[in-house]
């Protein structure tokens, strides 16, 4: 019990958006800092600990970890729009198609679906970007079919309740066709229902996308990037153990904020 | 041996100049409840009557001692025989009411646990060990006797055996006090009849107070020789019923009683009746689910500009009539043609835009019969294509300015939005309208409203209807020929005067008799 009590500082509304605007604020004007350059090595200054110079010290390459670690976000924020993105158009139109079409196209649609969510994530991640490379399109698009299996099982469902408002009802009884239906009475509020979904879904794309940096398939060197930069330096733990712990806070604190301001809608 | 306290106390409850506010709300706001004063005495039942929004829930949880979170006591206190009520413990209350007071909320279908028996919830509430004789007796008592009851679940018991089994559990630990939000507006009307004569015999035999909370004035004369009528969080009348009812003072309560609607009085003249018929069913089935017949083998026909009334309790099928006249459900059998010999048990997308046209309906849930993300302008013209003049003389004919084209169904009461409903409804130039409980969401007062409304239309634009509701006062009172549908299948069917005066269905007779009951208080 105290342990939960503990843990209210995840309801602070304030508390939260500050995180987030800190988070979008640092993502967005990194490039404009007057930061020292994230590939500039400073073979005299290798795994240095903090100092006036280097905030959080340097890695085993001599490059200031806070300005890689202030730059680190950009690109998994990059990925994580586009492939969530791309996740919500594949899974709204199949759930939708779905929930409109019925019979034997919503068992097909919907085998598909549980079928996708039963595939491992990550392994299939691996085995993608082994095959097809690094480049950013290639991840995104493959993080956007995965992870649109739940969004179009919420799409589904959020359409079927919302097919059976009376004002969808009333559009069928005044001919309008299923197309204007769709796009005029249903997807419209489909959103609405659909936002937390959505949000949940950015983050774990956001933890995906690290997670394949750290298993060395994700970013690449000397791109900075929070989980690249934990698989980087985690030989060097004991000697800076900020080189790791300061990626890890950015990236759960990030997630943290999210998912607790989506518990507040 | 002493004297009970409480029987040596003549005010049982007293509320004392009470006024609840918001929390965080500044003063100049209209608190939830404002200078409440009202005594009960032992064994006394109050009826508290009001729209949505008057503050009765609240009244009601107050005299429990218990105040919704996000309210404050601004000022005042309620106190039973002496004792503060807001500031005692759990266990003062206990002493003070003998068994805590009981309150029956009104949702009957959430207040039971799915997954205990009747025995179990009994469990719950006496603790500690199970006294089946007492548990039996209480059963009896709201009249399920046997031991048949005890080993069933929720899910096995009717919406009336639900609201017995809530009582049974309130009663149980013979409280002092018996408080019912809404005891009847979840049932049937012939059910919600019987409830309410079971609480009656109850309150006769265990001599508890009660206070009854209800939005319906014919429920709340039922059971209680003195109401109190609230209204924007006062109480703006409080008296015997009968005087109330006869001779209301309050301007609101006035209104309050002049809207109820009675099976003896019309609010719309009957028209010359047409030989041309728009509607035709013959033998008419439809299946609901897998096998259940929602209508079976149904005969009827609707000729121009008649009203037709169907009345049936929850599960008669009514519903399931209408949405198939309209396409929304497919027909199982029999044949089903309007006037110009189409046939109708074709499904709505299948049908030309003329005969969808020709037949418009308007659901009962105001707040789901308008797109909530569109103005009324946009939800008006999107299928019609309506222009704005026509759109503003539709509004002008349920009563709205043009002002609502531009508004959000989050920014309408519920009233407003019904009769948007019904304006976008008579954009088509429908031949038939059907008109699904479309007043039973609404505030008595508000309900009248657009009863009223809903005879202007059909007068002037000589529109034929059928109108589906579970109250025959309403039916009595506006159509030209009423049919009561039970489990699917018609068991009387004529003229209002016919089956108002001589029904000869049983189920026709009670309802009848209710309404009578409720209106001549």
């Known amino acids: 019990m105290k342990a939960l009590q503990s843990l209210n500082f995840l309801k602070d509304r304030v508390l939260i958006l500050v995180v987030l605007g800190f988070h979008s604020l640092v993502a967005l004007l990194a490039p404009y800092l007057q930061l020292p350059a994230t590939d500039s090595q400073d073979s005299a200054a290798l795994l240095q600990g903090p100092s006036r110079s280097h905030w959080l010290g340097t890695d085993f390459l001599g490059r200031d970890v806070f300005s890689r670690l202030l730059h680190g976000g950009r690109p998994s924020l990059v990925i994580a729009f586009s492939a969530t993105a791309i996740a919500c158009a594949i899974g709204v139109f199949i759930g939708s198609l779905a929930a409109l079409a019925g019979g034997w196209i919503d068992d097909a649609l919907s085998r598909v679906v549980d079928l996708m969510l039963a595939l491992p994530t990550l392994i299939l991640l691996l085995l993608i970007a082994s095959f097809f490379g690094q480049d950013p399109l290639v991840l995104s698009v493959a993080l956007g079919l995965m992870y649109a299996a739940p969004i179009a099982r919420v799409a589904r469902s959020a359409t079927q309740t919302l097919l059976a408002r009376d004002f969808v009802r009333v559009a069928r009884l005044q001919g309008g066709s299923r197309i204007s239906i769709l796009f005029g009475e249903v997807l419209p509020n489909v959103w609405r229902l659909m936002f937390t979904e959505v949000a949940m879904q950015f983050t774990w794309i956001l933890l995906a996308f690290s997670s394949l940096s750290f298993l060395g398939l994700g970013a690449s060197p000397p791109t900075p990037e929070w989980g690249l930069m934990v698989a980087e330096s985690r030989s060097y733990m004991t000697l800076n153990p900020l080189l790791v712990l300061a990626p890890i806070v950015m990236l759960a604190s990030l997630v943290l904020a999210i998912q607790a301001l989506v518990d507040h809608e | 041996m002493t004297l009970d306290p409480v029987l040596t106390q003549s005010h049982f409850l007293v509320f004392n100049n009470v006024t609840v506010r918001i929390r965080n709300e500044p003063s100049d706001t209209r608190p939830v409840l404002e200078a409440i004063d009202l005594q009960l005495e032992h064994g006394e039942t109050l009826g508290v009557v009001g729209s949505s929004g008057s503050g009765k829930s609240t009244l009601l949880r107050l005299a429990a001692g218990e105040l919704a979170p996000g309210l404050v006591l601004d000022q005042g206190g309620v106190t039973t025989v002496g004792t503060n009520l807001l500031v005692a413990t759990q266990a003062e209350r206990t002493s003070i009411y003998g068994g805590e007071v009981a309150l029956v909320a009104q949702s009957i279908g959430e207040s039971l646990t799915p997954h205990l028996t009747v025995k179990g919830h009994f469990r719950d509430t006496v603790s500690g060990e199970v006294v089946d004789d007492q548990v039996l007796e209480s059963l009896a008592e709201v009249g399920l006797g046997g031991k048949k009851y005890l080993h069933r679940y929720p899910h096995q018991l009717s919406g009336g055996e639900r609201q017995r089994v809530l009582l049974a559990l309130a009663i149980v630990r013979s409280p002092r006090l018996l408080l019912l939000d809404e005891p009847t507006s979840a049932l049937d009307v012939s ?146 043609h309007d006037g110009d010999g189409y046939d109708l048990s074709t499904a709505s997308q299948a049908r030309p835009r003329e005969v969808l046209a020709s037949i418009q309906m308007v659901f009962q849930n105001p707040d789901d019969s308008l797109n909530p993300m569109r103005t009324v302008a946009e939800s008006l013209s999107r299928y019609t294509r309506a222009t704005n003049t026509e759109m503003s003389s539709a509004l002008l004919s349920v009563g709205l300015g043009e002002q609502f084209l531009s508004r959000r169904p989050r920014e309408m009461s519920g009233g407003e939005k019904q009769r948007a409903a019904i304006a976008r409804a008579l954009l088509t130039k429908p031949r038939l309208l059907l008109l699904d409980e479309v007043t039973s969401a609404l505030d008595v007062i508000v309900q009248a409203a657009v009863l009223r409304t809903l005879a202007e239309i059909q007068h002037k634009l000589n529109i034929a209807m059928i109108i589906v509701s579970h109250d025959i006062a309403i039916i009595a009172s506006f159509v030209d020929r009423i049919l009561v549908l039970r489990n699917g299948q018609v068991v009387e069917h004529g003229s209002v005067a016919d089956v108002i005066n001589s029904p000869r269905d049983d189920y026709t007779k009670k309802l009848i008799q209710i309404s009578a009951q409720r209106s001549s208080v």
């Open chain 2, 191 to 336: 059910i919600g009849s019987e409830v309410l004569t079971t609480i009656q015999r109850l309150q006769r035999a265990r001599g508890f107070a009660l206070i009854c909370v209800s939005h319906d004035l014919g429920v709340v004369s039922q059971i209680s020789k003195r109401i109190a009528v609230m209204n924007q969080g006062r109480i703006v009348e409080l008296g015997q019923t009968s005087r109330v009812l006869r001779s209301p003072a309050h301007q609101y309560t006035k209104a309050l009683v002049g809207s109820i609607p009675r099976h003896d009085q019309r609010v719309r003249g009957s028209r010359l009746q047409s030989n041309e018929k728009i509607l035709v069913c013959r033998e008419l089935s439809i299946v609901r689910g897998e096998t259940t017949r929602a209508i079976d083998s149904l005969d009827l026909a609707v000729t121009r500009g008649e009203v037709l009334g169907i009345i049936g309790e929850s599960g008669s099928g009514k519903s399931s009539l209408l949405s198939a006249i309209c396409g929304l459900v497919p027909v199982r059998s029999g044949t089903i």
